[in-house]
């Protein structure tokens, strides 16, 4: 069983910039892909960004490319999601993701994650 908690959501205004962490309780964290995906009020869950097991890649939806930075803490078994330039946009709801089976061509796919956090809270005002 894994248990994923996020925290780091907040109201920020345009521009401003903040870190989500996400604390996983996982054994053999490292082989893990962990994500993030973010949904907003009214749309679909949608794919923020990824980085691929223990292989270090990271993977970022054309609407972050730039502005937002996964990382992965394998020895305190962390996630963070550091988002710069914030946009109005980028409000929702942000969701940590993690799955050890997933394979690279599914790592934008909501359905591929077997475990997922409660949510954090991200609005951006313009």
């Known amino acids: 069983q894994v248990h994923l908690v996020e925290s780091g959501g907040g109201l920020v205004q345009a521009g401003d910039s903040l870190r989500l962490s996400c604390a996983a309780s996982?054994?053999?964290?490292?082989?893990?892909?962990m994500a993030w995906f973010r949904q907003a009020p009214g749309k679909e869950r949608e794919f923020v960004a990824a980085?691929?097991?223990?292989?270090?890649?990271?993977y970022y939806a054309d609407s972050v490319k730039g502005r937002f930075t996964i990382s992965k803490d394998t020895a305190n078994s962390m996630v963070y999601l550091q988002m710069n330039s914030l946009k109005p946009e980028d409000t929702g709801v942000y969701y940590c993701?993690?799955?050890?089976?997933?394979?690279?061509?599914?790592?934008?796919?909501?359905?591929?994650?077997?475990?997922w956090g409660q949510g954090t809270q991200v609005t951006v005002s313009s």
């Open positions: 980085t691929f097991r223990s292989y270090g890649r990271t």
């Open positions: 993701a993690g799955d050890s089976t997933i394979i690279l061509s599914s790592i934008f796919d909501v359905r591929s994650y077997d475990y």
């Open positions: 996982a054994s053999g964290f490292s082989r893990y892909t």
